[in-house]
């Protein structure tokens, strides 16, 4: 079946007892059992909801898995993961990446002795180099937030198996629509659901998909166990969003591309941050790994000036000054003060962001009202 179509019908039984088409939200903390222990699979909804059910069997079909499991919010489903681990155990972890995941990691797992090691995952032979026997979890994501950059999850995925690691994939940028790791041999795929899943801006969610029934029960035990679990209106906005994601996704993709050509020949822009560019380290990868680049692009303005930056930054009319993305309107960000404030500046230096990156959102309105919009903001 083709991506559409499985879009459209994942997870979308008609209600057995109604026939209505669209999965009712289950609003419900319990289910009456029959006698003690004698029940329809539903005891309690923090383990069980009808409606989440449907949306975790939609998450496993659109992202190529056999499981699903779906969180009240993309830093819980990484929590979730992290917690497979124990202490001593170590994480080998990109170096640029969503800077919530970052502060999960330094900030709350570090002090129960989990490790983290952090490199450029661009070159996998870095990742080799940092396998010891005491690594059990490899974190990649491609392209990363905010800078756009490719791993190689096929490469990547090879030297974890031989060394008997799990791979976990944040697939939040691409989207199931542009690139699916498990296919390309990663373990795990995570999504920010949030983003391009929900694609409204209308919800906090996660998404964890995997093959492996034995990962998929520990993960179900950690799901259950701690509670981060989301409620049956978000997963069914999130199911609703998820029908739509090629129609979406098409139009970012056909977005991205006109504004990031039409930003790159700007005289006031700098360096321009997209896998579509032949020039982008990545792009050879992102070819063969994703299916188009996505509506994701960063900038750097040439005046690096923080005047500029908050004149450029405070401009826009259609592009909203806001945290996030994916949604179906165009967002402007400033992941220096925004979204990876969270790590230290001389850590994002280091990585190469810097202080006048810009980042875009590009959402699916008209292309030319978009591309109007940044030119009487930049100028
Ligand atoms: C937003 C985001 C997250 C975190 O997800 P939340 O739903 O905000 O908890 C993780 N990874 C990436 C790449 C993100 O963009």
Same mark, same amino acid.
């Given at each position: 079946?083709?991506?559409?179509?499985?879009?459209?019908?994942?997870?979308?039984?008609?209600?057995?007892?109604?026939? $209505?088409?669209? =999965?009712?939200?289950?609003? %419900?903390? =319990?289910?009456?059992?029959? @006698?003690?222990?004698?029940?329809?699979?539903?005891?309690?909804?923090?383990?069980?909801?009808?409606?989440?059910?449907?949306?975790?069997?939609?998450? @496993?079909?659109?992202?190529?898995?056999?499981?699903?499991?779906?969180?009240?919010?993309?830093? $819980?489903?990484?929590?979730?993961?992290?917690? /497979? &681990? !124990?202490?001593?155990?170590?994480?080998?972890?990109?170096?640029?990446?969503?800077?919530?995941?970052?502060?999960?990691?330094?900030?709350?797992?570090?002090?129960?002795?989990?490790?983290?090691?952090?490199?450029?995952?661009?070159?996998?032979?870095?990742?080799?180099?940092?396998? =010891?026997?005491?690594?059990?979890?490899?974190?990649?994501?491609?392209? =990363?937030?905010?800078?756009?950059?490719? %791993?190689?999850?096929?490469?990547?995925?090879?030297?974890?198996?031989?060394?008997?690691?799990?791979?976990? !994939?944040?697939?939040?940028?691409?989207?199931?629509?542009?690139?699916?790791?498990?296919? &390309?041999? $990663?373990?795990?795929?995570?999504?920010?659901? %949030?983003?391009?899943?929900?694609?409204?801006?209308?919800?906090?969610?996660?998404?964890?998909?995997?093959?492996?029934?034995?990962?998929?029960?520990?993960?179900?035990?950690?799901?259950?166990?701690?509670?981060? !679990?989301?409620?049956?209106?978000?997963?069914? /906005?999130?199911?609703?969003?998820?029908?739509?994601?090629?129609?979406?996704?098409?139009?970012?993709?056909?977005?991205?591309?006109?504004?990031?050509?039409?930003?790159?020949?700007?005289?006031?822009?700098?360096?321009?941050?997209?896998?579509?560019?032949?020039?982008?380290?990545?792009?050879?990868?992102?070819?063969?790994?994703?299916?188009?680049?996505?509506?994701?692009?960063?900038?750097? /303005?040439?005046?690096?000036?923080? $005047?500029?930056?908050?004149?450029?930054?405070?401009?826009?009319?259609?592009?909203?000054?806001?945290?996030?993305?994916?949604?179906?309107?165009?967002?402007?960000?400033?992941?220096?003060?925004?979204?990876?404030?969270?790590?230290?500046?001389?850590?994002? #230096?280091?990585?190469?962001?810097?202080?006048?990156?810009?980042? /875009?959102?590009?959402?699916?309105?008209? @292309?030319?009202?978009? #591309?109007?919009?940044?030119?009487?903001?930049?100028?």
């Amino acid at each position: 079946m083709k991506i559409g179509t499985k879009l459209i019908h994942a997870g979308a039984e008609p209600d057995p007892s109604t026939g $209505a088409i669209m =999965t009712p939200i289950y609003q %419900t903390s =319990t289910y009456v059992q029959e @006698a003690p222990g004698v029940n329809k699979g539903f005891e309690y909804a923090r383990s069980q909801n009808p409606t989440r059910k449907a949306l975790e069997e939609a998450l @496993a079909i659109i992202e190529n898995g056999k499981f699903g499991l779906a969180f009240s919010s993309g830093v $819980a489903a990484t929590d979730a993961v992290i917690k /497979l &681990l !124990v202490p001593g155990d170590e994480v080998i972890a990109a170096s640029d990446m969503y800077g919530g995941t970052y502060r999960l990691f330094t900030k709350i797992f570090e002090k129960f002795g989990i490790r983290f090691v952090y490199v450029d995952t661009t070159d996998p032979s870095n990742i080799e180099k940092a396998i =010891t026997p005491a690594t059990k979890l490899i974190w990649l994501e491609t392209p =990363t937030n905010p800078l756009m950059n490719i %791993t190689d999850i096929a490469a990547v995925a090879a030297i974890s198996k031989k060394a008997k690691t799990i791979l976990c !994939v944040d697939n939040t940028f691409a989207s199931p629509y542009l690139q699916n790791p498990l296919d &390309l041999g $990663a373990d795990l795929v995570m999504h920010s659901s %949030t983003k391009y899943l929900g694609g409204h801006s209308d919800v906090i969610q996660g998404a964890l998909v995997m093959n492996d029934p034995a990962l998929r029960e520990q993960l179900y035990f950690i799901q259950k166990s701690c509670g981060a !679990v989301p409620g049956p209106m978000d997963c069914f /906005l999130v199911l609703r969003g998820i029908k739509t994601l090629h129609v979406r996704m098409k139009e970012h993709c056909l977005n991205g591309a006109k504004i990031a050509v039409w930003l790159k020949q700007q005289p006031k822009v700098g360096k321009v941050y997209w896998p579509g560019f032949e020039d982008h380290p990545g792009h050879a990868i992102a070819k063969t790994q994703m299916r188009d680049f996505g509506g994701m692009i960063s900038f750097e /303005l040439k005046d690096e000036s923080d $005047a500029e930056l908050k004149r450029v930054l405070s401009s826009t009319k259609v592009f909203a000054l806001a945290e996030s993305l994916g949604g179906v309107e165009s967002l402007i960000n400033h992941p220096a003060s925004m979204t990876h404030a969270s790590i230290p500046r001389d850590e994002r #230096i280091k990585n190469g962001l810097k202080d006048s990156l810009i980042r /875009l959102s590009v959402g699916i309105e008209d @292309a030319d009202d978009l #591309i109007e919009d940044l030119r009487q903001a930049i100028g």
